[in-house]
């Protein structure tokens, strides 16, 4: 291992997004953690040298981390769950009402134990809006007393479509350097002036319709774009990729629903009716379900609903996993496990909510190399310094261009 790779520790890791950017970026991580057994199962799929331990990070010690320790650790990364956080919640204000709010400071005592050189935390845009501004502060003001010499910290908003990501997803990136190194955060600019659209992202998957599709399929379009060629780079099968059974009445829902309108457009004549009662439309309306994407366009945020959320540009049926991990960024290399979809009864995350749930890994690697460019020219200055100067080698570019 070259000697400026730097080593990571996920929390919160889920099906790792967030690692797999941090990979590509030149890192090494050395451990992952999420309390999801179907997380569990898709990052040892997709990371099997990492050690996972899968568990509530509120009872874990040091001594669980130890066993798998076995370098320093240089950056702590990870999104402590959003829900008590997002917009969507109403009662987001109620911050010690939600026992998911709290799981940031099993983050902090993470850092503590480490004293890592950096961190990085993401978390959704509503983290910004509670109580006035106060959480914020509040957070921040924890991160820059953790460990033994505090955190120089700094958040951005950032988009997701601007660094590559055909989907337009906004989220807070909260970056902290550790004092002494004398470094202030700084965060990716945007890369591209031309965003990725969703036809541009998924076109050359299989055309299949509803209730099609194999767990491992061939290929049969060559890629149309760079995008599509990074995506394949490391792939020469598709998998997860079979469209949802859909009823013969939702499936005319969807064929009467154009690009960029969803249920409530057509619901006098296809809304939902009441359980029980098929002849009689249901009075509850949800905006957000069976939305038809326009092609031309990135994707709205994939969030884990998004199996529902939205349909195909062009075909009358909703998005297969593939195609939202595609809107992800995720590359086809990349295998999901656990269940494909979820029962409200059954235990753990379907392949669609890692999905959604996930930080997107184009974004994580430009987050990535930032971090990386900013330690290594420290380093470098400090070595200027000291007559100690030593060459430090670029990581491999992977990401498309």
Request: charged share 25%; with cysteine; hydrophobic share 35%.
């Amino acid at each position: 291992m070259s000697k400026n790779v730097l080593n990571t520790i996920d929390l919160f890791s889920g099906c790792g997004g967030m690692s797999l950017g941090f990979k590509w970026a030149g890192y090494n991580t050395l451990l992952a953690s999420d309390i999801d057994e179907n997380c569990k199962k898709t990052f040892t799929q997709n990371f099997p040298e990492v050690p996972f331990i899968c568990g509530d990070l509120s009872n874990l010690k040091k001594e669980d981390f130890q066993d798998h320790i076995t370098s320093q650790v240089d950056v702590i990364i990870g999104g402590p769950p959003c829900q008590g956080f997002s917009l969507a919640n109403k009662k987001r204000n109620k911050v010690t009402e939600d026992p998911r709010n709290n799981l940031f400071f099993e983050f902090v005592k993470t850092i503590n134990w480490y004293n890592p050189q950096a961190f990085v935390m993401e978390n959704v845009k509503g983290l910004l809006s509670m109580k006035s501004g106060q959480v914020i502060k509040q957070i921040i003001d924890e991160f820059e007393n953790a460990g033994d010499y505090g955190y120089q910290v700094r958040y951005e908003v950032l988009k997701a479509s601007d660094f590559g990501v055909p989907q337009s997803r906004e989220r807070v990136i909260i970056i902290g350097f550790r004092k002494d190194l004398e470094l202030i955060p700084e965060f990716p600019n945007k890369k591209y002036t031309e965003e990725v659209n969703v036809n541009q992202a998924i076109s050359d998957l299989p055309i299949i319709e509803a209730c099609e599709g194999e767990e491992v399929q061939e290929y049969n379009l060559k890629p149309q774009n760079a995008y599509q060629e990074f995506m394949r780079k490391n792939s020469d099968k598709v998998y997860n990729h079979i469209a949802m059974r859909h009823t013969k009445r939702l499936i005319e829902r969807f064929k009467a629903i154009k690009n960029g309108k969803g249920l409530l457009d057509v619901w006098e004549t296809h809304g939902a009716v009441q359980r029980g009662n098929p002849l009689k439309k249901s009075t509850i309306k949800f905006s957000q379900n069976n939305q038809r994407l326009h092609g031309d366009k990135p994707a709205p945020t994939i969030a884990a609903s998004f199996q529902s959320n939205f349909i195909h540009p062009q075909l009358d049926r909703n998005f297969t996993a593939r195609e939202g991990a595609r809107l992800q960024s995720f590359p086809d290399d990349f295998v999901f496990k656990g269940m494909r979809t979820k029962m409200s009864w059954e235990k753990g995350l379907s392949q669609y909510q890692q999905i959604g749930n996930a930080v997107p890994p184009l974004l994580a690697y430009e987050i990535g190399l930032k971090i990386r460019s900013l330690l290594e020219k420290g380093k470098i200055s400090k070595d200027i310094e000291e007559n100690q100067y030593q060459n430090f080698n670029q990581p491999e570019i992977l990401a498309y261009s």
